[in-house]
């Protein structure tokens, strides 16, 4: 799975809009962008995956750039329950073969929203 | 919530004990996964299941740690003679097969006096 870069901390206003940014430049043509954010001392909570096209669901919205090597998560009107740790992850939907299930982590974005 | 329970949610244990803690995967997941998450990193896979078949385990599950899933619903992680450097939040999660988008649950945070 290709390594993701994310800067490790951000801070956002509240009522603004999020913009974290996610670079992948040795994705490959098989591998979807997945992220998910860690508030403190809770488990990690799915946001949004997407492959090549922008997606967009209630929590947050996918920007893939078109060559694929970066991503952007925005979340539209940020509050302080969106502080959180948000992580990017690259990984390719293999066939159900069993082995390599694994989600590899990084250290991802620390995000404060300030009132 | 996510439909991921794990029990108990923390465990302050003594240098050399035993201890065990529980999964409750959504119910209808066949996967399920173990992670081992310490301050200021992002969480480490360790272990995981599909149905009741341990299909991979990480060099991180020494000896000392053991997990089992036997009728492919909950799942126990176990550790023996616990060190402090085990002090760590263990995550579950869980997902259905053809689907990466694993769901996790709140954690066990195990603290190793």
């Known amino acids: 799975d290709a390594k993701t870069t994310q800067p490790p901390s951000m801070d956002c206003a509240e009522g603004r809009a999020a913009n974290l940014p996610c670079n992948h430049s040795?994705?490959?043509?098989?591998?979807?962008v997945y992220w998910y954010r860690q508030i403190h001392s809770q488990g990690p909570q799915y946001i949004i995956h997407?492959?090549?096209?922008?997606e967009t669901n209630e929590m947050a919205s996918l920007i893939i750039t078109e060559d694929r090597k970066s991503s952007t998560l925005i979340l539209p009107h940020a509050t302080l329950r969106d502080t959180a740790v948000y992580y990017c992850?690259?990984?390719?939907?293999?066939?159900?073969?069993?082995?390599?299930?694994?989600?590899?982590w990084g250290l991802g974005t620390s995000l404060a929203v300030n009132p | 919530d996510t439909g991921v329970s794990q029990d108990p949610r923390h465990k302050i244990t003594k240098r050399g004990q035993n201890v065990t803690f529980r999964c409750d995967p959504i119910?209808?997941?066949?996967?399920l996964y173990w992670y081992r998450q310490t301050l200021g990193q992002g969480p480490e896979f360790l272990t995981y299941?599909?149905?009741?078949?341990?299909?991979?385990k990480s060099r991180l599950l020494s000896d000392r740690f053991s997990a089992e899933r036997p009728k492919g619903s909950f799942s126990t992680l176990e550790i023996q003679r616990t060190e402090q450097g085990d002090s760590a939040m263990y995550l579950c999660?869980?997902?259905?097969?053809?689907?990466?988008?694993?769901?996790f649950g709140p954690g066990t945070r195990l603290t190793v006096l």
């Open positions: 992850i690259v990984r390719s939907l293999q066939s159900n073969a069993g082995n390599n299930r694994k989600l590899i």
């Open positions: 999660a869980s997902s259905l097969v053809g689907s990466d988008t694993q769901y």
């Open positions: 040795t994705i490959s043509g098989n591998e979807y």
């Open positions: 299941f599909q149905n009741e078949a341990q299909l991979e």
């Open positions: 997407g492959l090549k096209n922008n």
């Open positions: 119910s209808e997941h066949n996967r």
